[in-house]
């Protein structure tokens, strides 16, 4: 597929030429490309993270994780590792904290985008890259962050049709893409819990997500370190058709123009959490994220900064509530630890 044709024309020519897609392919070749070829953040772009709301979020990110290795005996050799980091945002914030604290790791970012590696590289130039996390570095402890990571990983849909559980596909109708049934599936893969769902019921899961956490457990395991995992999702692998489109800071059509606007799928904290006992590490919440900043101690630090600039407490309020508030992000997105066995429990969970 040539990459000067746009994704749709190309996506086209390959079910064309070779059959439909898995709903997972269309996914990943969808923000593969959408990722390489734009800064999605702020105002100016498609979607607004944590991190770009309020300084806040990041420096209590570097807090929580500075705490945790205080508390492991401050080992000199550690590494801050950041899975997706945007434009660098809230790893400057955490560094700043961090150093605040006196912990000053090595940074490592996993991120394959061009565009925003620049845009990371102005933030944090200290930091190294790498395209996946095969190249980390091991033998010392690793203090991992995935802010929004997980739910732009690409899922397989599998849903409950005439003659069993099957796989949905991906078809072209003219210049829109939509799914379609295909091959059966066994039943043996579809939890308990969900197996007699009613006709037309929707499965979505996410091997690849299953399999990065599995390999972020195993370094922590034999490293030592922690992971924070915050991003919006169920507790329990749940039925639901969750994939979604966003562009322009507003939903659209999943199915139409891929590459030019942001997919993502609720994250499975149940399936996240079963990946990483799988490999021997310890596994803490998922708790709110508005519970969890509350509990380390967001309302202080707004306090902080509003007597600081007492012209922005409005807004700095605001943009608490925005973090924390049920009606806003604080209840559908989540946080969840993943600890080294020899490592103690983190705060606030």
Request: aromatic share 6%; hydrophobic share 45%; net charge negative.
């Amino acid at each position: 597929m040539s990459p000067e044709r746009p994704l749709a024309e190309r996506l086209a020519r390959l079910i064309d030429s070779g059959g439909p897609i898995s709903v997972a392919d269309y996914m990943a070749l969808a923000n593969g490309h959408y990722y390489a070829t734009r800064d999605p953040l702020g105002a100016a772009g498609d979607f607004t993270t944590a991190p770009e709301i309020s300084q806040m979020f990041g420096e209590l990110v570097g807090l929580w994780l500075a705490d945790l290795w205080a508390r492991a005996g401050s080992p000199r050799d550690i590494r801050y590792v950041e899975l997706g980091p945007g434009r660098g945002t809230l790893a400057a914030d955490a560094l700043r904290a961090m150093r605040s604290a006196g912990l000053e790791p090595e940074v490592h970012f996993v991120e394959t985008s061009p565009v925003l590696r620049t845009a990371q590289a102005a933030r944090v130039p200290e930091a190294v890259w790498h395209d996946d996390l095969s190249t980390l570095p091991e033998g010392a402890p690793l203090l991992i962050v995935a802010n929004e990571f997980f739910d732009a990983l690409p899922a397989r849909q599998i849903i409950a049709a005439d003659g069993g559980w099957r796989e949905r596909l991906v078809v072209r109708e003219g210049e829109r893409f939509r799914p379609v049934p295909g091959p059966a599936i066994g039943s043996a893969t579809i939890p308990v819990h969900i197996r007699n769902a009613p006709l037309g019921t929707v499965l979505e899961t996410s091997p690849a997500s299953v399999s990065i956490m599995r390999q972020l457990a195993r370094l922590i395991a034999a490293s030592g370190g922690a992971a924070l995992i915050v991003d919006y999702g169920h507790d329990r692998t749940s039925a639901g058709e969750t994939l979604q489109a966003v562009a322009k800071h507003g939903f659209s059509d999943p199915w139409e123009a891929p590459g030019e606007r942001d997919l993502t799928v609720h994250v499975d904290f149940e399936a996240l959490g079963d990946a990483a006992r799988a490999e021997g590490a310890r596994v803490f919440g998922p708790r709110g994220q508005g519970e969890w900043l509350d509990a380390i101690g967001i309302g202080l630090r707004a306090e902080a900064l509003s007597s600081a600039a007492p012209d922005r407490a409005k807004e700095i309020e605001r943009a608490r509530q925005r973090l924390t508030s049920p009606e806003e992000m604080g209840t559908l997105f989540k946080a969840m630890a993943i600890v080294a066995t020899s490592w103690p429990d983190p705060a606030a969970f």
